[in-house]
């Protein structure tokens, strides 16, 4: 191996070691390597800025731009007010349906958003039955077209960047129709592998509270029995924090001392029995401001505040909002509800100040999921004229009639001159992790491909497959960006998993398209785990799920997919 190669393949160790076992957020560890490459002189600096203006990327941020507007459109939510009805079956079988359709035109996790209060707060079936599949079918809805998830859209920018036409609107439509098919159909037979859950009247369960002693507290020296703390229902004191010691269990004899921190676990529709308790005062809720119609949001694997406590990110101050209480899937928390330090996934309740929903970043670190509107709602005019803008520009794309980014230039003015967005609200929603993680990938690939290694690794798997020919490297290709993505999040797997599977298509002598597509099928792939996709993450929450609810619903439905998907695309796409 040359110096550049020992260099190049070391940084992609690095890299892939980086996002797996680290915390460090994928844009730094992308933007750390591209960094490298520029100053190693692995990639010249012409080439660095060309790839910060691919015409695929380009696409990207102006489509996610676009989006930020038809988040604001009615129909999502009034179509999924008549979804859940008759059998449990049928319920499914329209809800993923909708959700998918939906999923292949517009922002996924904006969908699931849109959908997930309401499927959560019915009454008629166990919202842990529905939600997952409602994750699911999202991801499957994005692979139907170019703009159905940033995943396609980020394969897009690396064939662009070869100097190719690009993949068309619809290229992704013959082999994810055969996916979205098969895998609903799997969701429905494998629903009893999902928690039942409770059917309810119980929208929120098994928060973390905390609630504070206060001085002269007319609880202060009695045990928690003679409290009644022990007779709330459906809350539980599983903690004291007194000090810096913790309590637990807690036996009904313990006595109780003002200043302690009694950590409650349960629904918290009985919120209002532990304000009634003279002497008791729930976790930062001193401010008379603030309004206890509770707002609950989920925090976003971009958001600032990760790795933070709700005291060290100023959490009040930040947002006009406190937090009253706090969920994290199927684990338990424990300690200081302030100290607890916060996760991508986390599910807050806020009380919010009348400013909360004029605070910059809102969107940013939150997934509003019920509650107050942080966004306001279109009128019923702007909606269909936003919806008929949008169909013009997708059906125009689609007919070759002009490029996709034009149409979602002229969209986005539009958008600003109906004043259905303003210049400052794109200027904070401006996707800058993808943009830079897409950015530097591009520089990485370069580097991968340039210094040669690409193409040193693809011939040694080509050599370790004699014999097998190019459906084996294909299946392979597939099975590591599928690998890639459960380990790490979708857009990082398909920019790590594109330029070898190019070279290997080269190795091969065969069309690149079958390979290119595998990426892009593997990546969206993301069905054992809440960590790959951010639609499971939303669902993992608010349904209560644990890690072993992925495993078990998902490998069915990873296998069918798979399977899928390595049967259609030859057929689609032939060597």
Partial sequence: MTLSQIIVAGLFAAVIASLIFTRIRPSLVFASGAAVCFLTGLVPAESVLQKAVNPGLVTLVALILASIGLEKARWLRAISEGLINGSLKSSLLRLTGATALSSAFLNNTAVVAALASSVRDQRRYPPAKLLLPLSYAAILGG????????????????????????????????????????????????????????????????????????????????????????????????????????????????????????????????????????????????????????????????????????KSAQFRTRFDAAVVAMRRGGDRLSGKLGEVRLQAGDALLLAVGPDFKHHRNIDKNFYVISGKEVQRQLSRRDSWLLGIGFAAVVAGAALGYFSLLKGLVVMLGGMIGLNIVSTTELQRRFPFQIWLIIASALVLAEAFSGSGLADALAAGLRGLLAGAGPYAGLVGIFLLTLALTELMTNNAAAALAFPLAWSLAESFGVSWTPFVMAVAYGASASFLTPFGYQTNLMVQNLGGYQLKDFVRAGLPLTVAYSVTVLVLLPMVFPF
């Fill in 143 to 310: 692979t139907l077209t170019l703009i159905g998830t940033s995943t396609n859209l980020i394969v897009n920018s690396f064939v662009l960047d070869r100097g190719l036409p690009g993949l068309e609107f619809f290229s992704f439509l013959p082999v994810g129709i055969g996916a979205v098919l098969v895998g609903l159909v799997v969701l429905m037979l494998c629903n009893r592998l999902l928690p039942e859950g409770r059917v309810a009247e119980e929208p929120v369960a098994e928060y973390l509270l905390e609630a504070e002693v206060i001085g002269d507290s007319p609880l202060d020296g009695k045990t928690v029995e003679q409290n009644n703390l022990r007779q709330l229902e459906t809350l539980y004191l599983i903690e004291i924090v007194r000090g810096g010691r913790t309590i637990s269990p807690v036996a009904p004899t313990e006595i109780v001392r003002c200043g302690d921190k009694l950590i409650f676990s349960g629904d918290v529709r009985d919120l209002g029995r532990l304000e009634e308790i003279e002497g008791l005062r729930l976790f930062a809720l001193e401010d008379e401001k603030l309004d206890l119609d509770l707002t609950e949001v989920v925090l976003t694997p971009n958001s600032s505040m990760i790795g933070e406590s709700l």
